[in-house]
């Protein structure tokens, strides 16, 4: 049992670690925690780490199902159109004002919104499909005979994980150095996200 609760902790500090490798879900975080504050970053982050579970959950009891339908293909293409929307909504076009340290923009969206768009960003991304399937499912074979308490188990620390990387993430990009590299570079640094999710985008394609 012993060596059952070493891996979860284990897979915890992993996720965690994984989570700045680059992606649509770490993009959307940090310009968006830049961008419009905290809050709006946990927001993000929240919807990823709901959708995080959602897919955990599916990996852990039905991934190789999933995973084998020939109608999988088309998540693939609706996350190609949702990455390709976001880069569209990112890519700088309004008109910015900055103040007293303080980032003003035309587009402040509403926490709900963007809660809906991490769920959205996370449930469409099959790079993290295949990551939950790597991560979990050597594990889930080792210890998931043993111990019938192991796959929930494991839905939610990895969940967990992902909720409390997000949300570090977002409070880290309200760093006062991080903050005034972004102000004094906004639009460059947004056609970068922007450039980056497109980039993505066009890669799951290839």
């Not at 910015?96 to 809906?116: C, H, I, K, N, W």
Request: with cysteine; charged share 10%; proline share 4%.
């Amino acid at each position: 049992m012993m060596e059952a609760l070493v891996s979860l902790v284990g897979l915890f500090g992993l996720l965690l670690l994984s989570q700045l490798s680059p992606g649509p879900d770490i993009f959307f975080v940090f310009r968006t925690a830049l961008a419009q504050g905290f809050r709006a970053g946990a927001a993000v982050g929240c919807g990823i780490a709901t959708g995080f579970l959602i897919q955990a959950g599916l990996v852990v009891s039905v991934g190789g199902w999933l995973m084998a339908q020939t109608w999988s293909e088309y998540v693939l293409y609706a996350a190609v159109l949702w990455l390709l929307y976001l880069a569209w909504r990112i890519f700088p076009r309004h008109r910015v004002r900055v103040e007293q340290g303080s980032l003003e923009t035309a587009a402040r969206e509403p926490l709900p919104v963007l809660f809906g768009q991490g769920l959205l960003c996370n449930i469409l991304n099959p790079k993290c499909t295949l990551f939950i399937c790597g991560l979990s499912l050597p594990a889930l074979q080792q210890f998931g005979g043993d111990y019938r308490w192991y796959a929930p188990a494991l839905v939610l620390v990895l969940s967990a994980s992902c909720l409390l990387g997000w949300v570090s993430w977002s409070a880290l990009m309200q760093w006062n150095p991080v903050r005034a590299f972004y102000l004094r570079h906004m639009t460059a640094v947004d056609a970068v996200f922007s450039v980056l999710l497109a980039a993505f985008a066009l890669y799951l394609l290839v």
